[in-house]
């Protein structure tokens, strides 16, 4: 079982960056993929990026490429998605999810065994 928190969410100006985090629970977080979705009021959740265990493999959604970039740190059991340049069609409520499997980077949610929470983003005008 991993448990999975997001933080770093909240408002931003348009143009402007956050850094959302995931923070797992146990000791075998190299073994999972990790991925990002997200999903906007009155919309299904979509893909954002995706990470391999050992970080060499990235995905992003054609929407977030070139502004967001997916990284991790198994030291600390974390996986980071850096938002810069941000729009307005980029609120969501996002989430973190874990897979268990090394090398991959799967794109669909129904792929992932474990999710987060959620963090709310908000890009205003």
């Known amino acids: 079982q991993v448990q999975l928190v997001e933080s770093g969410g909240g408002l931003v100006q348009a143009g402007g960056s956050l850094r959302l985090s995931c923070a797992a629970s146990g000791d075998t977080f190299r073994l999972y993929s990790m991925g990002w979705f997200r999903q906007a009021p009155g919309k299904e959740r979509e893909f954002v990026a995706a990470i391999s265990g050992g970080g060499g493999l990235t995905l992003y959604a054609d929407s977030v490429k070139g502004r967001f970039t997916v990284a991790r740190d198994n030291a600390k059991n974390t996986v980071y998605l850096q938002m810069n340049s941000l729009k307005l069609e980029d609120t969501a409520v996002y989430y973190c999810?874990?897979?268990?499997?090394?090398?991959?980077?799967?794109?669909?949610?129904?792929?992932?065994?474990?999710w987060g929470q959620g963090s709310r983003v908000t890009v205003s005008s």
């Open positions: 999810a874990a897979k268990s499997i090394v090398v991959a980077v799967p794109r669909t949610s129904y792929e992932y065994d474990y």
